[in-house]
C-alpha cells in the first residue's frame, strides 16, 4: 500500500517561495504520474500539476509559469516548488499518486493521497 507524506508549507508573504516534498513509499514509484492538488476553505479540492512518470509535466492555468513539479525516483520524492506566491495560492495541498479510473486533471484519476499540508500567503 502506497504512503504519501507531504511537507514543506507554511506562511509566506505575497511574493515569496515554498517548496513542497511529497515522500512515498511503496513499489514502484517511478511508474506512476504524481499529482499536486490543493484545496482552500469551502472550496473542492483543484488540480495544481502533474509529474508523468516519462519525466512531462503539465499546470493548471492559474499556476502556470510560477509553479514547477519535480521528482526524483530514486528518492521516491516528487516536489512542487511555488515561486511568486499569491494569497489566491492558500490552501492546503495535497500529493497524489496517479491510478485512479478518472482523468488526471480530477481527483477520480488518482488511488492514494496524502495528508495534505497548509500553505498560507498573506497579503
Known amino acids: 500500500q502506497e504512503q504519501l507524506v507531504e511537507s514543506g508549507g507554511g506562511l509566506v508573504q505575497t511574493g515569496g517561495s515554498l517548496r513542497l516534498s511529497c515522500a512515498a513509499s511503496?513499489?514502484?514509484?517511478?511508474?506512476?504520474?504524481m499529482g499536486w492538488f490543493r484545496q482552500a476553505p469551502g472550496k473542492e479540492r483543484e488540480f495544481v500539476a502533474i509529474?508523468?512518470?516519462?519525466?512531462?509535466?503539465t499546470y493548471a492555468d492559474s499556476v502556470k509559469g510560477r509553479f514547477t513539479i519535480s521528482r526524483d525516483n530514486a528518492k521516491n520524492t516528487v516536489y512542487l516548488q511555488m515561486n511568486s506566491l499569491k494569497p489566491e495560492d492558500t490552501a492546503v495541498y495535497y500529493c497524489?499518486?496517479?491510478?485512479?479510473?478518472?482523468?488526471?486533471?480530477?481527483?477520480?484519476?488518482?488511488?492514494?493521497w496524502g495528508q495534505g499540508t497548509q500553505v498560507t500567503v498573506s497579503s
Open positions: 509529474s508523468w512518470s516519462g519525466g512531462s509535466t
Open positions: 497524489a499518486r496517479g491510478g485512479g479510473a478518472g482523468g488526471v486533471y480530477s481527483m477520480s484519476g488518482y488511488d492514494a
Open positions: 511503496g513499489r514502484t514509484f517511478s511508474r506512476y504520474a
